[in-house]
Nanobody, 122 residues
Framework: VQLQASGGGLVQAGGSLRLSCAAS????????IGWFRQAPGKEREGISC????????YTADSVKGRFTISSDNAKNTVYLQMNSLKPEDTAVYYC????????????????WGKGTLVTVSS
């Protein structure tokens, strides 16, 4: 199982970024895939996750209305569209996958990719 996150960068407050998580080595439709982030000095938090099979999703209150998760099953890729970014969104963003639907957005998900850094300047 491999997960490759990309799309991070430096953006001004109020700007947008789209993160991509390219998955390989497993049957994409059987998994829940999600985005987590870890800011300096803070614990990692699950911010948005999606079930590739039925499209069911979860989004944390901290980003609801600003971040949107989507899945392109043909490309085995999950996206996180991030709008109206705030300095407090600065973090390393990770994607993760798990076959167990009940682990959606849990830090106990089985497979993790390397992170991509998002920096939001004020």
């Amino acid at each position: 199982v491999q997960l490759q996150a990309s799309g991070g960068g430096l953006v001004q407050a109020g700007g947008s970024l789209r993160l991509s998580c390219a998955a390989s080595g497993f049957t994409f439709d059987d998994y829940v895939i999600g985005w987590f982030r870890q800011a300096p000095g803070k614990e990692r938090e699950g911010i948005s996750c999606i079930s590739s099979s039925d499209g069911g999703s979860y989004t944390a209150d901290s980003v609801k209305g600003r971040f949107t998760i989507s899945s392109d099953n043909a490309k085995n890729t999950v996206y996180l569209q991030m709008n109206s970014l705030k300095p407090e969104d600065t973090a390393v963003y990770y994607c993760a996958a798990d076959k167990r639907w009940y682990m959606m957005c849990s830090n106990g998900m089985d497979y993790w990719g390397k992170g991509t850094l998002v920096t939001v300047s004020s």
